[in-house]
């Protein structure tokens, strides 16, 4: 069963607003078309900067979760507040340049998904 990827948006406005939602979320539905999957979450006007997610962004395909991270990297209004998957998997992000990537790829247990904008996205198993 391939995996799908889930990356949660959240804010970095101190107050988060619909705004931000409809000047983001339609822009990255229209970039990434049929590969991802963006979907708008309800925001409640006691939502503070780190507690917002604003939306997130579904895709079954490594390569649209790396443009998608890519994208929203250098984002003024959103970041990735984290990468979830629909199995016991979950994805880690670590700064390249901290990592052993050999190391990383010959660990049985861990995947890496790429390397985006000096960020490693290794997709790490859980142990049975």
Not at 67 to 87: C, F, M, Q, S
């Amino acid at each position: 069963m391939p995996v799908t990827f889930r990356v949660v948006l959240r804010s970095t406005e101190t107050q988060p607003s619909q705004q931000t939602q409809e000047s983001v979320l339609p822009v990255m539905s229209q970039k990434f078309g049929q590969r991802v999957a963006v979907s708008a979450a309800d925001l409640s006007p006691d939502d503070r900067l780190r507690a917002a997610t604003i939306g997130t962004v579904d895709t079954d395909a490594s390569a649209a979760l790396r443009d998608v991270y890519e994208y929203v990297k250098p984002h003024r209004l959103v970041k990735v507040g984290a990468i979830r998957t629909n199995d016991d998997s979950r994805v880690a992000v670590r700064k390249a340049h901290e990592v052993d990537r050999e190391s990383v790829e010959r660990h049985e247990h861990a995947t890496v998904l790429g390397e985006v904008r000096g960020d490693l996205l290794v997709r790490v198993r859980r142990d049975e």
